[in-house]
């Protein structure tokens, strides 16, 4: 157990819709960050948040949107969602902003866009 | 922009053999890490490397930054099935890029 906590763990919708997905970090972790993963993808970083303020974006659509609220708990909106949308969303957090030391991932949120 | 690239994609080991995974990066990096991702489960780190030529041991993984950071590798000796999983390397620049992985099946 990594101490990240993401909900929910299976999400099914249709495309066109909308979805939060949450995450929260480890205890004293100011850090976190989204990842999409699907098969033929990889690993991807979307977006990281330090403390309440976006810090990096990565590979994230205009459709996708997060935020880190005053209690360091994140939510990843994904929004138009399309079939290629379905893939296994990761939350990560670490202590670190700027250089990033370990991270823990949370279990994953796995989307599918039908 | 920033690419890490990591070969093989997949490695098939018989057990008790040893490989090895490589990470190349387009750019000099600040650091690399390592992650291991089981079958179903989700990345867990192993290891930074901070310093040119940092060589650090874990057990039978052996993880090694190159001179001029801008690549990496992990090898593994005498395989066993718990080290079955997909292996990322992340290099930092900035921000961490993760390579695709090399996926690692064991033959018992």
């Known amino acids: 157990d990594s101490g990240v906590t993401q909900t929910p763990k299976h999400l099914i919708t249709a495309t066109g819709q909308r979805v939060t997905l949450r995450c929260s970090p480890r205890?004293?972790?100011?850090?976190v960050y989204w990842y999409q993963q699907s098969l033929d993808q990889g690993l991807q970083f979307l977006i990281q948040?330090?403390?309440?303020?976006?810090?990096a974006k990565g590979n994230i659509l205009e459709r996708f949107s997060a935020q880190q609220f005053p209690d360091l708990h994140s939510e990843l909106n994904l929004s138009s969602l399309e079939l290629g949308d379905s893939a296994l969303y990761f939350c990560?957090?670490?202590?670190?902003?700027?250089?990033?030391?370990?991270?823990?991932f949370g279990p994953g949120t796995r989307l599918t866009v039908t | 922009g920033q690419q890490v690239m990591q070969i093989p994609q997949y490695q098939h080991v018989q057990e008790g053999e040893d490989f090895t995974t490589y990470c190349n990066s387009s750019?000099?990096?600040?650091?690399i890490q390592w992650y291991k991702q089981r079958p179903g489960g989700h990345p867990v780190f192993l290891i930074q490397l901070v310093k040119s030529g940092e060589v650090k041991k874990q057990k039978r993984l052996t993880f090694q930054f190159g001179e001029a950071k801008k690549n990496s590798s992990l090898h593994i000796t005498a395989t066993q099935t718990t080290d079955v999983g997909t292996y990322f390397c992340a290099g930092l620049r900035g921000k961490l890029s993760f390579g695709a992985g090399t996926t690692v099946t064991v033959r018992a």
């Open positions: 750019t000099t990096l600040s650091n």
């Open positions: 990560a957090s670490s202590v670190e902003s700027v250089n990033p030391y370990e991270q823990y």
């Open positions: 948040y330090y403390n309440g303020e976006e810090r």
């Open positions: 205890s004293g972790d100011l850090s």
